[in-house]
C-alpha cells in the first residue's frame, strides 16, 4: 500500500485531501496543530470509510519539533504500514493573517514565514530520505501570489506564497533524480477556517467573491483535496514543477 503524509489535515482542504487520497487506497499519516480534535476526527473518518490513517502533532513553524516528528513517521511507517518509507508529501499547514503593508509588524511577518515558506522547505528535506523513488510531493500555495489583481492586506501572505512558488520548481528540478515529481496548487477563495474562519464571521463577504468568480461560487475544500489527490496519483505520472490554479476562474 502506498502511504501519504499530509500536513494541517484537521480541517479545510488538508482535511478533504487526506480523505480523498485515503479513498483512493493510499494510507494516510495526517498532522494536526492546535486542533488535535480535528485531527483526530479526520482520521477516524478515514477508517470509518475502510481506509488507514494514523494522525500525528506536528506545529509546521517551529522545525526544532521535525527530528522528533521523522521519528514519529518513521515509527508510524513501521507500526501500521510494515514500511520504512513513504510515497507522497502534501505540504498544506499554513494560516493567513490580513494587514495592509504599513500595518504589518515584523511578528506577523516573521509568523507567515516560517509556516508558510520555512516549515515546508525544512520539513521537505528533513523527511526526503523517506520519500520514496517516483514519490510526489504537492505544495498547497495560493492564487493570491499570482494575482493580476491584488488584494490589499495580503501583501506578506502572498509574498510567502510566492516564495513557495518558486520552491516547488526547484524541488521538481532536484528531487527529479530521484522521479519524485514536485508540483502547486493554488487556491482562490475556499471555504475554509483560514483567517480565523473569516467565512463564518463575514459571510457577507461570499456574494462579492462569487461574483468575481467565473463559476459564480467560492471553492469548497473537496474541489481543492480532489486535485491533490489527482497530482500524487499515477494519473498525474508525467506532470511536474506545475503551479494548478484551482479557483473556479477567480477574478478572470
Known amino acids: 500500500m502506498n502511504v501519504a503524509v499530509v500536513t494541517g489535515a484537521s480541517s479545510g482542504i488538508g482535511r478533504s485531501a487526506a480523505i480523498e487520497i485515503a479513498r483512493r487506497g493510499t494510507g494516510v499519516i ?3 496543530g492546535t486542533n ?4 483526530l476526527e479526520t482520521a477516524d473518518a478515514i477508517r470509518e470509510d475502510g481506509g488507514t490513517a494514523v494522525a500525528l502533532p506536528l506545529d509546521v513553524g517551529e522545525t526544532g519539533t521535525f527530528p522528533a516528528f521523522r521519528d514519529a513517521v518513521t515509527d508510524a511507517l513501521r507500526d501500521t504500514w510494515q514500511r520504512d518509507t513513504f510515497d507522497y508529501l502534501v505540504n498544506n499547514a499554513g494560516f493567513s493573517r490580513a494587514s495592509l503593508i504599513e500595518e504589518t509588524t515584523e511578528e506577523t511577518f516573521d509568523a507567515l514565514m516560517r509556516t508558510l515558506l520555512k516549515g515546508p522547505f525544512f520539513l521537505t528535506q528533513k523527511l526526503l530520505p523517506l520519500i520514496a523513488d517516483g514519490g510526489a510531493v504537492v505544495n498547497t500555495s495560493s492564487s493570491s501570489a499570482g494575482a493580476a489583481s491584488p488584494e490589499p492586506g495580503y ?5 510567502m506564497k510566492g516564495g513557495l512558488d518558486v520552491l516547488t520548481r526547484f524541488m521538481a528540478k532536484e528531487f527529479s533524480t530521484r522521479g519524485i515529481r514536485v508540483n502547486a496548487v ?6 475554509t477556517r483560514l483567517g480565523d474562519d473569516a467565512f ?5 463577504v461570499i456574494p ?3 461574483a468575481k468568480t467565473a463559476l459564480g461560487r467560492v471553492g469548497e475544500p473537496d474541489d481543492v483535496g480532489a486535485v491533490i489527490a489527482t497530482l500524487v496519483s499515477p494519473e498525474s505520472r508525467w506532470i511536474t514543477a506545475q503551479n494548478i490554479e484551482v479557483s473556479g476562474g477567480y477574478c478572470l
Open 30 to 32: 495526517l498532522t494536526y
Open 36 to 39: 488535535r480534535r480535528g485531527g
Open 155 to 159: 501583501a506578506a501572505y502572498a509574498s
Open 186 to 191: 493554488s487556491p482562490g477563495p475556499t471555504r
Open 200 to 204: 463564518t464571521r463575514f459571510p457577507e
Open 208 to 210: 462579492t467573491l462569487a
